[in-house]
């Protein structure tokens, strides 16, 4: 991959899947930049963190969704995301690809799901 550990920001309001998520990544060799359980906090944290990589939740915490997250993201950086949703709901499924996600993956997911997906991002 690179000289220097990719960045990956984990999205998602349950404890056990960010530690999941936080492992898969790490396991991978990859630094976990920081995590946020809330669109608001995804979006600023994401803004600050600046990481080369984006795991994404679509249902959070509070106001927003991932999905309003991620435009907030990309109307102010280029980085990739990576949907990573409980929801294979066609409705939920059409306003995640309406951002352009670099995939979408469906849980659950497997560590070998996840570390395809992030190798074909970051390659």
């Known amino acids: 991959?690179?000289?220097?550990?990719?960045?990956?920001?984990?999205?998602?309001d349950?404890?056990?899947i960010v530690e999941y998520l936080r492992?898969?990544?790490e396991d991978l060799g990859l630094t976990v930049a920081g995590t946020a359980a809330t669109?608001?906090?995804?979006?600023?944290?994401?803004?600050?963190?600046?990481?080369?990589?984006?795991?994404?939740?679509v249902r959070l915490r509070g106001n927003g969704d991932g999905v309003d997250a991620a435009r907030s993201i990309?109307?102010?950086?280029?980085?990739?995301?990576?949907?990573?949703?409980?929801?294979?709901?066609?409705q939920t499924l059409e306003r995640i690809n309406q951002d352009c996600p670099r995939a979408v993956l469906i849980k659950p997911i497997t560590p070998?799901?996840?570390h395809t997906?992030?190798?074909?991002?970051?390659?």
Do not use: W
Request: net charge negative.
């Open 1 to 12: 991959m690179a000289d220097r550990p990719y960045r990956v920001f984990i999205v998602d």
């Open 112 to 114: 070998d799901q996840l």
């Open 74 to 90: 990309h109307a102010e950086l280029d980085v990739p995301i990576i949907f990573i949703t409980g929801s294979n709901e066609p």
């Open 39 to 57: 669109a608001d906090d995804a979006t600023r944290l994401t803004l600050e963190t600046r990481p080369d990589i984006v795991l994404m939740d």
């Open 14 to 16: 349950d404890f056990l």
């Open 23 to 25: 492992d898969a990544v």
């Open 117 to 123: 997906v992030l190798r074909d991002t970051l390659d």
